[in-house]
């Protein structure tokens, strides 16, 4: 079916380790976002990409690595998890800058 | 820097009971204002774009509305399946982000 799956659904890790979302659309759109939801700061922007091998900084980048080698896959990269970044994290795509976006399921994600 | 205020935080409605959500914005330019629905464990559900003051869109029970510095999303007549967090957010003309607010959780009670 078409749409946007993230995977994993649930991950639990632990400090300093690395760990990667993986994000996939089947609708071709051209723009992808990832997003952390946390409790009193509603849907935060951490990178964007407006096609493949274009990505850009959101609001809260830090710590995080996106790449975008193909234009249906969009993954995150925690380089060296920390407590802070314990949260739920959206993918989403849009086909232009106008549409809206769709998004994922998420993440759930808990750095121990 | 664009900012996006909903409110109430929470909402509390027996069924039938008709009421309004509010998300005021300030940007510079208003490209457009997303409304979205989201349920728990799931991520956002796109419901009504507005791109410009005096603007509707409806939906079934909802009805979201467009002015210059607000918008609000009216729930006619509410069921306990319109229990769920509703999201606003705001893309400025320079851009094409979106800026959430932290959303309003509404409860109909049966």
């Known amino acids: 079916d078409a749409g946007i799956t993230q995977s994993p659904r649930y991950k639990i890790t632990e400090t300093g380790r690395q760990v990667t979302l993986m994000c996939h659309q089947t609708?071709?759109?051209?723009?992808m976002f990832w997003y952390r939801q946390d409790l009193g700061h509603g849907l935060r922007l951490i990178y964007y990409?407006?096609?493949?091998?274009?990505?850009d900084k959101g609001e809260v980048p830090d710590g995080y690595v996106v790449s975008r080698s193909k234009t249906e896959n969009f993954p995150l990269t925690l380089e060296s998890a920390t407590r802070s970044q314990t949260s739920v994290y959206f993918c989403?795509?849009?086909?232009?800058?106008?549409?809206?976006?769709?998004f994922g399921d998420g993440t759930r994600l808990s750095i121990l | 820097e664009d900012q996006v205020t909903q409110s109430p935080e929470a909402l509390r409605l027996q069924e039938g009971e008709s009421s309004s959500l509010n998300c005021s914005y300030t940007?510079?330019?208003?490209?457009?204002l997303f409304w979205y629905r989201q349920d728990p464990g799931k991520g956002p559900e796109f419901l009504f774009t507005?791109?410009?003051a005096g603007e509707e869109k409806e939906k079934e029970r909802l009805k979201a509305t467009l002015t210059k510095k607000e918008s609000f999303l009216h729930i006619t007549a509410p069921k306990p399946e319109d229990s769920a967090t509703y999201l606003c957010?705001?893309?400025?003309?320079?851009?094409?982000?979106?800026?959430f607010g932290a959303g309003t959780t509404v409860t109909v009670r049966a």
């Open positions: 990409s407006a096609a493949a091998d274009i990505t």
């Open positions: 609708w071709s759109h051209s723009y």
């Open positions: 989403a795509s849009s086909e232009r800058t106008s549409q809206p976006q769709h």
């Open positions: 507005l791109y410009s």
């Open positions: 940007v510079s330019g208003l490209r457009g």
């Open positions: 957010a705001v893309q400025e003309e320079r851009d094409y982000k979106l800026s």
